[in-house]
């Protein structure tokens, strides 16, 4: 071979990878118009040039069998799910969904249902959503993370993953608790290896031993569910033998702030307040009061040179009050490592021993950056102080029904280290910190919905209140998905794990059409699938279905576009524009705000089109306000178009992109449109990064520089510190309305309970709701998955290279269980929950807990999906565990069904599920079951020829199959 | 004498397989491709692939390590896979120490992947000649790419920078310093094929802690006694007589 490599015809361009939610910065070198190599971007700030296993095969993504290239509808006359399709014109396509909508939206929008994937173009959508009018509108949060979003939100004003994360480059201590491997997947990687480097200790806590936590220094294994309760007992020690932060507590939280504890005072279980001091802020006035040590009297938490208690009981006018942190060690009281140790399964001196390395760390490790800042009291201060202890959770956490309340207590454990927005431990990413809540608010009843009017209201938002929820005068829901609900108060990202089984059956209400971007509700996105797989086909007696049109866009052909009835061939990722906006999640670094975009790289193949470009359309189309001049007329030619020239109000100098704003591009953040800016993004890598000087990179919530910069530049409405809520007073104050002592909405007789018993303002811990309701002797077992880093979601059984590495899932599980049970390694098994049974191949490991069943997310389809032979290995062996997780709870009352969710933010509780396991019967077939009938093969998808498949970019095979099949379906080209 | 090799670093490595389908991707439609597939969506997927990550247990529960062990030719100073093949296709670089297969002189006898106690070799079905790693001889001395770029696909990727390298022949190479400091080791080193590939251990980090850690005089705790004492009580003033 010769060492020099002579390249014809090759060309390289710049973009941002979607083979995962990640968005590394990418270099795609094409040869002929065919993709050659797709390599990490060294001159991105986000992956610095790696790139992942997934980022790697996005050749066979692009070129996979599984595309959709036409416009199809259901043949007239065939049934929903058997398959049917004809190959139809956008012309068509968009005059028979037009007709629909405005039909819709003339009479009742909310019949319009759009719930969309990880699609990440939410503030988009979310847009179309509001101003035609429907409340019925989320992605795919609800099921996958909201608890780690609300629980963080609602204790410090930031989140994991987008909005923030542990600072490893100082780290050293670093906890990684209920985390899969592709939460967060490069950036991650990169600082993990870092941290490992510069000889940080690295504890994981799982129930599993797999990806990440293969090279913890440590490995916790854990019962799924119970990290709350490791949470409580760490929470106990560190408060009890005094290793939390008694200054930053003090300073940055509501800890020394005193709570009215007299129960039989109408403010029992508020904070005190003064009637000066009132700051203006859109939620959180910090008028509260302190018991000054010097004085021996009450004393305003605004004066900063007063000098409080953090615990005590005391008399302020002859109400009983005590200190935020007092109440709070109260409650902790109790929960030993002891306690713990029954429902973790971790040894007791083990939480002591975590408790003692995290508290000790923090305190004597001590990191101090000579940079000088001011906090938003005025005070100056020479230096930032780090406690370099550092977290990161992410869906194990939160995919339960008690994850809220564990997240809200290891945040509070990562205050009480002192480890909030400084160095070593966690960091915020623009553009949080927010209020808390932040401001956005949902609709607040049923009158804000109207027929041709704009919702009054956020479909998605933070209730800071009961009076915020979006619920009737009887204090019913009024969305579908019953979020924002008394059901379920701070549903942030929706409910969309409920959203089909509730339009089934008409409650709270039926819909007439449902829009499906990139979310595979037939399969792996939804709980209890065979059922709802049903529910999709089934009809009233007069014969109409019980969903009347469904409308499904996506690239590929997802077990979801089986029942279509209209579906919309969106574009690959190498073919579109495309914008990870400041509005919806950016890829912000700990530094400061960074957004980006991605540019075609290829044109688009046969029909396809983005699917940004249909929302332009119907908005257009529809009259929708950003999408029309004030005569009604069209205003944005496309997507790209609408990018550079939409303002969030006229002027506002907001838009979906930060950077090279102003006529010609001066300008970032802030400022007037400029025709030129996806130029000037394409020119710069496609990123635009703002690095804040290192003065306001720090203490952010209390940043007085920081804190007016990201007011003036339109982050955020007010500059007033964010106090963390180590005392949640929000929470009071739903739990004040459900036990009748507070004026306004009043949740149902039949909830008031439930809100009381959930709505804690000190972190508490319960058993996962649907745990409460097992009989545990009959399934004893968690079942549970995990994220292999290879894949993400479903989205890569169609991608040749990747299905080699995982081309079918098992059931993993540790040898104790076959020996229980009578079967070996590689046996096939049953397991089974209370709601349905599979069959699949298990396989034993010694690296779970030994109560704990596990296998890979997803990995297992439906027959003929993804573009794969009816023998593929992923619908003979692999399997789907969701046929054994309900979407509702196993108790039906008077009132209905419940959701299987966290019963403060809807969270889908994935992980709650017990099961037994059990050996196959020998005479039954080697084949997963529950199993389904092959899917047809689309009109417009290629077809691969048999044999051999040989990838060389260049050679024109890829293209030509493509060509062919497009030529074929159109018959015109 | 030049010896171009990979360090791989188990302490970081997790498993991604990023290694796995960049080094895929390159060498597809590179020199030494293509890389064929067989059944790519059908039952049983299988493929030419140069670099694997086998992953594996050591231990008993709980005191299990997950190993995540990327595995590819070893490019050995000795190579057995050199001397058995009957056309002289399989061979070894003089100028850098690259173990290479000439496709025109190969005949699939598979004499080569025998020989190799370590597994490295793959037949390519559809071409039926021997391929496997070749560092990215096609990448590491183009001079159209930026220096840093100069290097095995595998490496460019790898998001935690477990795969370093470098001429393990020059004392002043990162890799050679690895080897040294951080305890580099060879695969089967009994086998005599002295493989300059060479594997970093796992370390493990401790933190020792030690009972008067807890009992500090800054406690926090200890500031909370602080009250501070009435006008009324007991002072020395109450009985000093100057």
Redesign the interface.
């Known amino acids: 071979?010769?060492?020099?490599?002579e390249?014809k015809n090759t060309q390289v361009k710049s973009t941002t990878c979607y083979m995962c939610a990640c968005r590394c910065g990418i270099n795609v070198t094409l040869?002929d118009g065919e993709v050659?190599?797709?390599?990490?971007n060294?001159d991105h700030p986000l992956?610095k040039?790696?790139?992942?296993?997934?980022?790697?095969?996005g050749?066979m993504k692009q070129y996979s069998?599984a595309r959709l290239t036409q416009p199809l509808r259901r043949k007239a006359g065939s049934e929903r799910g058997a398959g049917e399709y004809e190959a139809i014109t956008w012309d068509e396509t968009f005059s028979i969904i037009e007709d629909r909508l405005r039909n819709i939206r003339e009479t009742d929008p909310k019949k319009f249902a759009l719930f969309t994937g990880r699609d990440q173009m939410q503030a988009l959508t979310g847009l179309f959503a509001k101003h035609f009018g429907t409340p019925n509108y989320a992605a795919h949060g609800g099921f996958c993370s909201v608890n780690m979003a609300a629980g963080m939100i609602y204790t410090i004003g930031g989140s994991f993953w987008e909005f923030g994360g542990p600072d490893l480059e100082r780290a050293k201590?670093f906890i990684m608790i209920g985390t899969a491997?592709d939460h967060h997947?490069?950036p991650l990687?990169?600082e993990?290896?870092h941290f490992?480097?510069n000889?940080?200790?690295?504890i994981s806590i799982n129930p599993v031993?797999?990806?990440?936590?293969?090279?913890a220094?440590e490995?916790v294994?854990i019962r799924p569910g119970t990290d709350g309760a490791l949470f409580m007992a760490l929470n106990h020690v560190i408060v009890k033998?005094?290793?939390?932060?008694?200054d930053f507590l003090i300073k940055y939280t509501n800890s020394a702030e005193l709570v009215n504890n007299d129960e039989a005072h109408d403010d029992y279980g508020l904070f005190v307040r003064t009637t000066e001091d009132r700051r203006e802020s859109c939620i959180d006035p910090q008028n509260k009061v302190w018991w000054d040590?010097?004085?021996?009297e009450p004393v305003s938490s605004q004066n900063r040179n007063a000098d409080p208690?953090?615990?005590?009981e005391y008399d302020v006018d002859g109400t009983k009050v005590k200190t935020a942190f007092q109440l709070l060690a109260d409650r902790l009281e109790s929960y030993t490592p002891e306690w713990a140790s029954e429902i973790t399964g971790i040894p007791a001196d083990t939480i002591t021993?975590l408790a003692?390395?995290m508290g000790?760390?923090a305190r004597?490790q001590k990191i101090e950056l000579p940079i000088a800042w001011t906090d938003a009291w005025g005070e100056e201060h020479d230096s930032v102080t780090g406690n370099p202890v550092a977290f990161h959770a992410m869906r194990g956490l939160a995919a339960h029904s008690n994850g809220f309340h564990s997240i809200r207590n290891m945040t509070i454990l990562m205050t009480l280290l002192g480890t909030i927005d400084r160095p070593g431990g966690f960091r915020h990413k623009a553009p949080f910190p927010r209020p808390i809540p932040p401001c956005p608010k949902p609709p607040k009843g049923p009158d804000d919905v109207q027929p041709n009017t704009e919702l009054n209201g956020m479909p998605l938002g933070f209730p800071a209140s009961p009076d915020d929820l979006f619920v009737d005068d009887q204090g019913e829901p009024v969305r579908l998905d019953k979020g924002f609900s008394w059901e379920h108060p701070l549903s942030a990202h929706g409910l969309m794990h409920n959203a089909i089984t509730n339009a089934w059956r008409g409650n709270p209400h039926s819909i007439d059409t449902l829009l499906l971007f990139m979310a595979n509700m037939a399969w792996n996105s939804s709980m209890n699938t065979s059922e709802v797989r049903n529910m999709l086909v089934d009809k009233n007696e007069d014969g109409e279905y019980k969903i009347p049109f469904i409308i499904v866009c996506d690239a590929f052909q997802s077990e979801t576009v089986e029942f279509a009835d209209i579906v919309l061939p969106d574009t690959t990722y190498l073919e579109r524009h495309d914008v990870m906006s400041m509005l919806d999640r950016p890829i912000s670094e700990y530094d400061g705000p960074v957004d980006s975009v991605r540019v075609p790289i290829l044109p688009p193949t046969g029909e396809c089109k983005p699917f940004q470009e249909v929302i332009i359309e119907l908005g257009s189309r529809l009259g929708l306000k950003p999408f029309v001049t004030e005569e009604g007329k069209r205003k944005y030619r496309d997507y790209p178009d609408f990018i550079i020239n939409h303002e969030t109000a006229p002027g506002s100098g907001i838009g979906f992109l930060a950077g090279w704003r102003g006529k010609s591009g001066e300008k970032s953040m802030k400022g007037e449109p400029n025709p030129n800016q996806w130029e000037m993004y394409a020119n710069n890598n496609c990123v635009y990064q703002h690095k804040l000087p290192p003065s306001y990179q720090y203490m952010r919530n209390w940043n007085e520089g920081y804190l007016e910069w990201a007011q003036h530049h339109g982050l955020t409405r007010f500059s007033d510190p964010i106090q963390i809520h180590l005392y949640s007073e929000i929470f009071m104050e739903f739990r004040r309305a459900a036990q009748g002592k507070r004026a306004g909405k009043q949740p149902p007789e039949h909830l008031r309970d439930r809100v009381e018993t959930y709505f804690d303002p000190l972190p508490m811990y319960h058993e996962p709701l649907e745990v409460e309701m097992t009989n545990r002797r009959e399934y004893p077992l968690s079942a549970i998955t995990q994220r292999p880093?290879?894949m993400y979601h479903s989205w890569d059984s169609?991608n040749?290279?990747?299905?080699?590495?995982h081309?079918h899932n098992f059931l993993h599980m540790?040898p104790s269980v076959g020996n229980e049970h009578g079967f070996k390694d590689g046996d096939w098994v049953w397991v089974e929950s209370m709601h349905g049974k599979v069959r699949c191949i298990c396989q034993f490991?010694?690296?779970?807990?030994?109560g704990t069943v596990w296998t890979w997310n997803a990995i297992g389809k439906a027959s003929g999906a993804w573009?794969?032979?009816k023998?593929?290995?992923e619908s003979?062996k692999g399997f789907l565990l969701n046929h054994l997780i309900a979407e509702e709870l196993p108790c039906r009352t008077r009132e209905g069904t419940i959701s299987n969710s966290d019963p403060v933010t809807g969270q889908a509780g994935w992980y709650d599920v017990r099961v037994k396991v059990y050996k196959a019967e020998d005479d039954e077939p080697e084949m997963t079951s529950p199993s389904f009938d092959t899917a047809p093969r689309k009109p417009g998808m290629m077809a691969?020829p048999k044999?051999?498949?040989?990838?060389?970019?260049?050679s024109g095979f890829f293209k030509g199959l493509l060509k062919k099949v497009s030529a074929k379906t159109t018959g015109s080209k | 004498m030049t010896q171009l090799a990979l360090i791989i670093d188990l302490n970081v490595c997790v498993g991604c397989s990023a290694c796995v389908t960049s080094c895929k991707e390159w060498n597809t439609s590179g020199e030494a491709g293509p890389m064929t597939d067989f059944n790519a969506f059908g039952k049983d997927p299988t493929g030419t692939f140069f670099n694997r990550v086998q992953t594996f247990e050591v231990g008993e529960y709980p005191d299990t390590e997950t190993i995540h062990f990327p595995k590819s030719c070893l490019h050995c100073e000795e190579p057995p896979c050199v001397p058995v093949c009957p056309t002289g296709a399989s061979y070894k670089r003089a100028e850098d120490g690259i173990v290479l297969v000439d496709y025109d002189k190969c005949v699939g006898c598979k004499y080569c992947s025998w020989a190799c106690p370590y597994g490295a070799r793959e037949i390519d079905e559809s071409q039926k000649v021997m391929k496997k790693c070749t560092l990215c001889v096609d990448r590491i001395y183009d001079t159209s790419l930026p220096e840093d770029r100069r290097k095995p696909a595998c490496v460019l990727a790898c998001p935690t920078s477990a795969r370093i390298f470098g001429d393990v022949h020059d004392e002043n190479s990162e890799a050679s310093r690895l080897i040294r400091e951080e305890g580099g080791y060879q695969l089967m080193p009994e086998w005599g094929t002295k493989p300059a590939n060479h594997y970093l251990p796992r370390k493990k980090q401790k933190i020792n802690l030690e009972s008067n850690d807890l009992k500090r005089v800054d406690n926090p705790l200890k500031g909370e006694n602080f009250t501070k004492p009435g006008a009324d009580d007991a002072t020395l003033e109450d009985a000093s007589w100057i």
Not at chain 1, 49 to 57: E, L, N, T
Not at chain 1, 241 to 246: H, K, Q, S
Not at chain 1, 947 to 954: K, W
């Open positions: 071979m010769s060492a020099s490599h390249r040869q050659r190599y797709i390599e990490g060294p992956n040039g790696v790139i992942c296993a997934k980022g790697s095969s050749i069998p201590l491997e997947s490069n990687k990169i993990m290896a490992k480097r000889g940080g200790k690295f031993r797999t990806g990440y936590s293969a090279i220094d490995w294994p033998e005094g290793l939390f932060d008694r040590r010097t004085s021996g208690y953090l615990f005590g021993r003692h390395e000790v760390t004597d880093m290879a169609q040749a290279w990747l299905r080699q590495i081309a540790h490991s010694e690296a779970v807990e030994p573009g794969l032979e023998e593929a290995n003979n691969y044999g051999p498949m040989a990838y060389r970019s260049g």
